[in-house]
């Protein structure tokens, strides 16, 4: 009788240890799975900031749409809207970047296309060519009748584009009108005239950034 009483006060010792071992080990999972759950409660917060532009004034000047790091500026042919030849600057957003878009200029939306296509790395500068996308075209009214191209593209993250705008209506510069989610790019097709006033490398803010200017 001593003897198993003995076995079983160990034995129950020692389901009252693992019993403890446990209960921290899920007390410990848990905390670190609230402060991951809080982490990323932060993260989607920072990630949808919507900051007011402080948008230029004068006239002629064609405004950044989109936050990010300009990685290409080239000569590209852009039937759809531009009708051919025209200038092509391409900004790439990082998960790190506002990805509200903004109308670069004053005027109206002339022509929306959606493309559906794949979620390639946006890093990549011909994604367009590949990747779901959405096309704006607006015709300005400063100077009027000038063509802008705007396309808004997916990227590997990001699987939706949330327009704001549809075709025939009224934008003004700096206007928001657009929302792609998470990491993505923005094309944006100029006519040959423009000057451009930034080069590769340079970071841009969305609606507040000159890119280029019209005469």
Same mark, same amino acid.
């Given at each position: 009788?001593?003897?198993?009483?003995?076995?079983?006060?160990?034995?129950?010792?020692?389901?009252?240890?693992?019993?403890?071992?446990?209960?921290?080990?899920?007390?410990?999972?848990?905390?670190?799975?609230?402060?991951?759950?809080?982490?990323?409660?932060?993260?989607?917060?920072?990630?949808? *900031?919507?900051?007011?532009?402080?948008?230029?004034?004068? =006239? /002629? &000047?064609?405004?950044?749409?989109?936050?990010?790091? +300009?990685?290409?500026?080239?000569?590209?042919?852009?039937?759809?809207?531009?009708?051919?030849?025209?200038?092509?600057?391409?900004?790439?957003?990082?998960?790190?970047?506002?990805?509200?878009?903004?109308?670069?200029?004053?005027?109206?939306?002339?022509?929306?296309?959606?493309?559906?296509?794949?979620?390639?790395?946006?890093?990549?500068?011909?994604?367009?060519?590949?990747?779901?996308?959405?096309?704006?075209?607006?015709?300005?009214?400063?100077? *009027?009748?000038?063509?802008?191209?705007?396309?808004?593209? =997916? /990227? &590997?993250?990001?699987?939706?584009?949330?327009?704001? +705008?549809?075709?025939?209506?009224?934008?003004?510069?700096?206007?928001?009108?657009?929302?792609?989610?998470?990491?993505?790019?923005?094309?944006?097709?100029?006519?040959?005239?423009?000057?451009?006033?930034?080069?590769?490398?340079?970071?841009?803010?969305?609606?507040?950034?000159?890119?280029?200017?019209?005469?």
């Amino acid at each position: 009788m001593i003897g198993l009483s003995g076995t079983a006060v160990l034995v129950l010792l020692a389901v009252a240890f693992l019993g403890k071992v446990i209960g921290a080990c899920v007390f410990g999972f848990a905390t670190v799975l609230f402060v991951l759950w809080g982490l990323f409660v932060i993260f989607t917060f920072y990630f949808f *900031r919507d900051p007011d532009p402080q948008t230029p004034a004068a =006239a /002629g &000047l064609v405004i950044a749409p989109g936050h990010g790091k +300009v990685d290409t500026i080239d000569t590209t042919n852009e039937p759809d809207f531009m009708g051919g030849e025209c200038q092509r600057l391409s900004i790439f957003l990082s998960v790190f970047d506002v990805h509200v878009q903004n109308s670069p200029v004053t005027g109206r939306i002339a022509y929306f296309k959606h493309s559906p296509g794949q979620y390639l790395n946006a890093m990549r500068a011909d994604s367009a060519k590949f990747n779901e996308n959405v096309y704006l075209g607006i015709e300005s009214i400063e100077p *009027r009748g000038q063509k802008i191209g705007v396309r808004l593209i =997916a /990227g &590997l993250i990001a699987r939706r584009i949330v327009p704001w +705008v549809a075709q025939n209506e009224p934008v003004q510069r700096g206007e928001r009108i657009s929302l792609i989610q998470f990491g993505s790019r923005v094309d944006i097709y100029l006519p040959k005239h423009a000057q451009v006033k930034v080069k590769l490398g340079d970071r841009v803010v969305g609606g507040e950034s000159i890119l280029a200017t019209l005469e």
